[in-house]
């Protein structure tokens, strides 16, 4: 049960977009220890994935024939249900 949690949740992430930081670091070796000499930190933006709209609309028949643009005016009202959940922000 926890696992489908963690699984709607990650699916509901990738419907709505998400932040992410990606940190790279780079050691040597001084006097026998290691010491950073370098950190990078690479901040990106990941867009909605409409795939992932689709997967959690997927109960609903009219899925299918539906639109690009009705499907991005659908991903924009659930984007609105889970901010007003608390979820995604």
């Given at each position: 049960?926890?696992?489908?949690?963690?699984?709607?949740?990650?699916?509901?992430?990738?419907?709505?977009?998400?932040?992410?930081?990606?940190?790279?670091?780079?050691?040597t070796?001084?006097?026998?220890?290691?010491?950073?000499?370098?950190?990078?930190?690479?901040?990106?933006?990941?867009?909605?994935?409409?795939?992932?709209?689709?997967?959690?609309?997927?109960?609903?028949?009219?899925?299918?024939?539906?639109?690009?643009?009705?499907?991005?005016?659908?991903?924009?009202?659930l984007?609105?249900?889970?901010?007003?959940?608390?979820?995604?922000?």
């Open positions: 049960m926890k696992d489908e949690e963690g699984l709607k949740d990650a699916l509901l992430k990738c419907a709505v977009g998400f932040d992410t930081c990606e940190v790279v670091e780079e050691y070796v001084e006097d026998g220890e290691l010491k950073l000499v370098k950190r990078k930190v690479t901040k990106r933006d990941v867009p909605p994935d409409i795939k992932a709209v689709k997967l959690i609309m997927d109960g609903e028949a009219e899925v299918e024939t539906m639109s690009e643009e009705e499907l991005n005016q659908r991903r924009e009202k984007i609105a249900m889970l901010k007003e959940e608390g979820i995604g922000q």
